[in-house]
């Protein structure tokens, strides 16, 4: 597998880190919001677009084993995305930041993508300080500051940051999402995958999680049919947002072709396992 290309990929720009749930090897920005969750909706204009496929009165198409793998993927990312997001639940639990708060959470969050790290820890540091938001914390507030930390190596605090985030929210996937590239970096990849596992369960429909724990499983742990699995749902995801939008990014694009050809060349190399097992 060309390493080379997983494990430098384009990083996309702040507004397509929502995209998916960031396609990207970094997780996505911590969301402060309630917002609709687009990835759901994407689920039902593709499977609108699928039943419309299979309506009364059309004939019977005979598919090929590698368009029926497909259908089934498909099938499989639509009933991901519709299933429940509990970390959506558990931030509707939390009582929403103040006016004042998230003015100060955009500070720094704007800080941050220009690289201003002192401005940065200063602008969410008066977030955590605030007596309000002590007596009501927030879990995507703690994300935040553990990103402000990983950016500048800090890794020892940025697990230190998640870690209070899922104290506040168990199922806040995107802590779990950082934790595990944390200790898959450490080398610890037991504990990355349990990260990698809870962000899934927090929410099913998560395209990222299966993108980054397929990593692990392929250039990390060397499990590579669990690494195909995560690949090829993956790919699903991208498909069904590709099918959803009228003109894709070309980040979008060259993402769905990277997870085709990472498909493609890690079934070689089952094949390629395989052969060497029954020749002994």
Not at 26 to 44: I, K, R, V, Y
Not at 58 to 82: C, D, I, R, T
Request: proline share 4%.
């Amino acid at each position: 597998m060309k390493t080379l290309n997983k494990m430098k990929l384009p990083l996309f720009l702040i507004a397509a880190s929502f995209l998916l749930g960031a396609c990207s090897s970094l997780p996505s920005l911590p969301s402060f919001s309630g917002d609709d969750n687009p990835e759901a909706e994407s689920a039902e204009v593709a499977g609108d677009a699928l039943s419309n496929e299979q309506g009364e009165g059309a004939e019977a198409v005979v598919l090929s084993p590698e368009e029926q793998e497909q259908q089934a993927l498909l099938l499989k990312a639509n009933e991901l995305l519709a299933s429940v997001n509990a970390f959506e639940l558990d931030k509707q639990a939390q009582k929403p930041l103040s006016s004042a708060q998230m003015s100060m959470v955009q500070n720094a969050m704007n800080a941050l993508a220009n690289a201003n790290i002192d401005g940065a820890k200063t602008a969410i540091q008066r977030v955590i300080d605030d007596p309000d938001f002590i007596a009501s914390p927030h879990s995507s507030v703690w994300v935040l500051r553990g990103d402000i930390h990983r950016s500048e190596k800090d890794t020892e605090q940025a697990i230190n940051d998640y870690k209070a985030a899922i104290a506040i929210a168990a199922n806040n996937y995107q802590a779990h999402n950082r934790l595990a590239q944390l200790y898959r970096n450490a080398g610890d990849f037991v504990v990355a995958k349990q990260h990698y596992d809870e962000a899934l369960q927090a929410w099913p429909g998560n395209a990222a999680t299966y993108r980054n724990r397929g990593i692990l499983f392929d250039l990390y742990i060397g499990d590579k049919k669990s690494a195909l699995a995560d690949y090829q749902l993956y790919k699903a995801f991208l498909d069904i947002e590709l099918s959803a939008v009228e003109a894709p990014s070309k980040s979008l694009l060259r993402e769905q072709r990277l997870a085709g050809q990472w498909i493609t060349d890690i079934k070689r190399q089952i094949k390629a396992i395989e052969r060497e097992k029954a020749n002994g």
